[in-house]
């Protein structure tokens, strides 16, 4: 089980950013440490060679005034007083032939570098040396200088503490990096988890939602990151997918109640017709009623898909440029007739040019059912009034006013509900689409539908559509 355990975690992104984080910090502490190794070691080297060079020069010093003899004597106290393991002299002709030294038995395995010899010949300058032998722990630094006439001074010095300095680095440097993994590891868990909470959160609502809870949402934090920003539009992606299922279960109740009643007459008309012996007239009455009630049911199924897939965003709008005032004048020319037959005047105020772009087959049936609407809750002497206006610099509404029955306070916020229809609209025929097939194709466009009625007073339906594209 633990081992288990351990397996997921190591496959997760907070592991991976862990190693990614450590990775990094360790990289820039081993080059933070590697330059001051170098340059550790630089100075420490740089200050064994400046003091070898001050040794040749106090020996140069001591031949010019006191003689070979003087600087012979010097070379043995040196060494004695250093240690005879931790520093020799030698004095060397021009051709390399030792003609004196301090105690060399401990440094016999040390010989003279004719090539280092060559060189400071060559180049009078001092010339160094590192030198590494088998069965030595240290190593040697050896200068070669010219300290008088045909004298050449041989100084070698052991590195001992060059040696244990860099040994103590390395332990440090090898405990510290090992600490640093550790630390660096535990602060990119910590950061990598910190930073991946809004995600957990995000999975765990997903595993809810897939559990069957539509109704859990993020947790939105103030920071306004990248993490809030994926919480905000996982959110807004659950109320979307929540509005389409409750639109969804809406219409199965709806569909499974509307329905019923066409079915139901169909079947009636049937059966009445079978069991009373009709005659064929009777019979053709019964096609044309089941016809009608057909019909009805297709008109009903097709507009519920026709506002499903608008909502949605199933449908391509085919978008052009329009006049919507003329669709409007058009309209009202079309509506003039079932108006003049209810004794209701209808007035058209879309003069001008009012262009937008839109789907126009689309547009006209949303000003149609807003008219029809209109028309049909307006009883006998009253007036529809359709007008079209600029709301803005790049908006136009067009807003259809009646004198009818109004809608009550409680109703208002359900009309554009599919099949919902208000008390004293129950009688008038209809399947409650109409405000419904509007409100989609409006805000299908970018725009919007809105209501503003006093019961036995009248209403004003306004839709809003931009001027340009979609």
Not at 189 to 217: C, D, H, N, P, Y
Request: proline share 2%.
């Amino acid at each position: 089980m633990f081992l288990k355990k351990i397996n997921s975690v190591r496959h997760t992104l907070a592991f991976r950013l862990t190693l990614w984080y450590a990775g990094i910090f360790m990289l820039t502490s081993c080059v933070a440490f590697l330059f001051f190794y170098f340059l550790i070691t630089s100075v420490i080297r740089d200050r064994t060679d400046q003091d070898l060079l001050g040794e040749a020069r106090t020996l140069s010093s001591i031949l010019r005034l006191q003689g070979i003899n003087a600087v012979r004597r010097q070379i043995v106290y040196e060494a004695q007083a250093a240690g005879e393991k931790k520093i020799f002299f030698r004095l060397l002709s021009l051709d390399g032939q030792e003609f004196s030294s301090s105690n060399m038995s401990y440094w016999r395995d040390i010989g003279v570098a004719k090539a280092a010899i060559e060189q400071l010949i060559v180049e009078n300058q001092p010339v160094f040396r590192t030198v590494n032998l088998p069965d030595r722990k240290h190593n040697i630094r050896v200068l070669y200088a010219i300290v008088g006439r045909n004298i050449i001074l041989q100084l070698g010095q052991s590195m001992e503490n060059y040696t244990r300095f860099i040994e103590a680095f390395r332990k440090i440097f090898v405990t510290t990096m090992a600490s640093l993994f550790v630390f660096a590891a535990i602060v990119g868990w910590f950061m990598a988890r910190r930073a991946l909470a809004g995600v957990e959160a995000v999975t765990r609502t997903a595993r809810q939602i897939s559990e069957g809870s539509l109704k859990e949402r993020v947790p939105v934090k103030k920071y306004q990151d990248e993490i809030d920003q994926l919480a905000l539009t996982f959110n807004q992606m659950l109320d979307r997918i929540q509005t389409l299922v409750t639109g969804i279960r809406e219409i199965s109740d709806n569909i499974a109640h509307d329905l019923k009643s066409p079915i139901t007459r169909i079947r009636g008309i049937s059966e009445v017709s079978l069991t009373a012996g009709a005659s064929e007239k009777e019979y053709e009455s019964m096609a044309a009623s089941t016809i009608e009630e057909c019909d009805r049911l297709l008109d009903m199924i097709n507009t519920m898909l026709v506002i499903s897939r608008t909502e949605a965003g199933v449908n391509k709008l085919d978008a052009k440029k329009l006049d919507i005032g003329t669709v409007v004048r058009d309209a009202c020319e079309l509506f003039q007739a079932p108006a003049e037959d209810k004794d209701i005047r209808l007035i058209c105020r879309a003069a001008g040019n009012f262009s937008i772009s839109g789907d126009n087959r689309l547009i006209q049936r949303m000003i149609a059912n807003l008219l029809d609407n209109a028309i049909k809750y307006t009883p006998a002497g009253g007036s529809v009034e359709v007008k079209v206006d600029s709301v803005s610099s790049d908006g136009v509404a067009v807003s259809v006013k009646d004198s009818g029955i109004g809608i009550s306070e409680e109703d208002r916020p359900r009309i554009f509900e599919r099949f919902y229809r208000c008390d004293p609209s129950r009688s008038e025929a209809g399947i409650g689409l109409g405000l419904s097939f509007a409100r989609a194709i409006a805000r299908a466009h970018g725009g919007d539908i809105v209501v503003a009625s006093e019961p036995n007073r009248g209403s004003i339906f306004t839709v809003t559509l931009p001027k340009t594209g979609l």
